[in-house]
């Protein structure tokens, strides 16, 4: 993994497209012409450009972005996927005492703060994960889902929250800044 405290050394030869764990991917490959004959004339000399780009690193930050988004429009009675307000409560659901929110799927919070990332599967050519609703609201956000109602969705503002993260973490990583690598199960209040 690369850092400014661990900048990358490459083990061997190096061509654009080339990756490994411990090295990134070749953007640009070292080269270092001899000079010319006779002493006149140019010499071609690079440093390579290897950038750390890693899967489970974009999918931890993706992943964390669309809890945060998802969370959020939740509690604030917006759609997660960006189409606007929430639809209405019904009267009966709207009148039970100790709701900590008028809107819909936060009577309590317990939906929005409990929803989970999965652990981070995969290597660091390839990883994925899932975002899942606490287990005792799994049946509340399917029939949600069955009446048009998604509250966990990967399109319109989700993707775009997911899009935002992976730009910033590539950019990161361009940088060679480090990164905390956490493939592990991740709760919404607890990114």
């Known amino acids: ?9 490459p083990s061997g030869p190096l061509r654009p497209g080339d990756e490994s764990p411990e090295s990134g991917v070749v953007v640009v490959p070292p080269r270092s012409d001899p000079p010319p004959a006779g002493g006149n004339g140019a010499r071609v000399v690079t440093t390579p450009l290897v950038i750390d780009l ?10 964390r972005g669309v809890l945060t988004h998802t969370r959020d429009a939740i509690l604030d009675g917006r759609r997660p996927d960006g189409g606007g307000p929430q639809a209405q409560l019904g009267a009966r659901a709207a009148a039970l005492p100790g709701r900590l929110t008028p809107h819909r799927g936060a009577r309590t919070g317990h939906l929005a703060d409990g929803l989970t990332r999965t652990k981070i599967t ?12 606490p287990g005792d609201r799994v049946v509340y956000v399917r029939s949600e889902a069955k009446l048009g109602r998604e509250l966990i969705t990967a399109r319109g503002a989700a993707a775009e929250a997911a899009e935002r993260a992976a730009r910033a973490t590539v950019r990161d990583m361009a940088e060679g800044q480090g990164f905390a690598e956490d493939r592990g199960p991740r709760e919404a209040d607890d990114v």
């Open 54 to 63: 890693r899967a489970d690193v974009l999918v931890d930050a993706m992943s």
């Open 1 to 9: 993994m690369a850092s400014s405290d661990n900048p990358i050394r």
């Open 122 to 133: 995969g290597s660091t050519s390839r990883a994925s994960t899932r975002i899942e609703p």
